[in-house]
T-cell receptor, first 115, second 113 residues
C-alpha cells in the first residue's frame, strides 16, 4: 500500500516569497491533516479536512496560510507571504475515516527554510 | 495549546537497557497514541490505547494508561541503537464530531551501541 506522498521534500525561500506544498493521501482516506512542526517541538495541527470540507482550521494563520482539498483527494498548503518563523517541517497525514480508533499515517514532510 | 506532554525531554541509555517515557494530559480523551519520529522523517504510528484499556503490548513495546492520573507510559524493552528517535504521544479528542489528534513536545531517546 502506497503511503502519504508529499512534495517538495525541501524548499528554501526568501521572506515575503510564496511557497506551496502538495500532499497525496493514502487512497480511500477521507480525513487529511496538515501539521506544522518547528524544530524541537511536536507537530501542531494547522487544518483538518474531511473529504473536501474543512473540519478544523482554528490554528491556521489565515492571513498568510491557505489550504484546499479539491475533489477530496490531493491537498495543497500555501504560504504567502512567508515569514522567518514559518521555517518548519510541514507534515501531511491521512486517516481512513472519522472514527477515533483509526491509525493516522504521516508523510515524510516538506522542510521549509525561510531566509 | 498542546494536550499531551512527554517527559523526560531527553533520555540517553545503553543498548540492552529499558527506556521509559511518560505522557501527561489535561482533559478527557477517547484514546492515546504513541508515535516515533526518526531524524528528518515523518511520524510512524507505534500503538494506540483506548480510554477503557489499561495496558497494551506490541513486540518490545508496552504502553500503560491511567485515566485517573491522566497519564500514560511507553516502555521499550531491550533497547537497540535503531530505537534512537523522538517519541510523541498524541491524545485524541473529539471536536465537532471529528477526531483531532494533539501532540506533545516529545521525548528524544538516544540508545548508545
Amino acid at each position: 500500500e502506497a503511503g502519504v506522498a508529499q512534495s517538495p521534500r525541501y524548499k528554501i525561500i526568501e521572506k515575503r516569497q510564496s511557497v506551496a506544498f502538495w500532499c497525496n493521501p493514502i487512497s480511500g482516506h477521507a480525513t487529511l491533516y496538515w501539521y506544522q512542526q518547528i524544530l524541537g517541538q511536536g507537530p501542531k495541527l494547522l487544518i483538518q479536512f474531511q473529504n473536501n470540507g474543512v473540519v478544523d482550521d482554528s490554528q491556521l494563520p489565515k492571513d498568510r496560510f491557505s489550504a484546499e482539498r479539491l475533489k477530496g483527494v490531493d491537498s495543497t498548503l500555501k504560504i504567502q507571504p512567508a515569514k522567518l518563523e514559518d521555517s518548519a517541517v510541514y507534515l501531511c497525514a491521512s486517516r481512513q475515516g472519522h472514527i477515533s480508533g483509526n491509525t493516522i499515517y504521516f508523510g515524510e514532510g516538506s522542510w521549509l527554510t525561510v531566509v | 495549546s498542546q494536550q499531551g506532554e512527554e517527559d523526560p525531554q531527553a533520555l540517553s541509555i545503553q543498548e540492552g537497557e529499558n527506556a521509559t517515557m511518560n505522557c501527561s494530559y489535561k482533559t478527557s480523551i477517547n484514546n492515546l497514541q504513541w508515535y516515533r519520529q526518526n531524524s528528518g522523517r515523518g511520524l510512524v504510528h507505534l500503538i494506540l490505547i483506548r480510554s477503557n484499556e489499561r495496558e497494551k503490548h506490541s513486540g518490545r513495546l508496552r504502553v500503560t494508561l491511567d485515566t485517573s492520573k491522566k497519564s500514560s507510559s511507553l516502555l521499550i524493552t531491550a533497547s537497540r541503537a535503531a530505537d534512537t528517535a523522538s517519541y510523541f504521544c498524541a491524545t485524541g479528542q473529539k471536536s465537532g464530531g471529528s477526531y483531532i489528534p494533539t501532540f506533545g513536545r516529545g521525548t528524544s531517546l538516544i540508545v548508545h551501541p
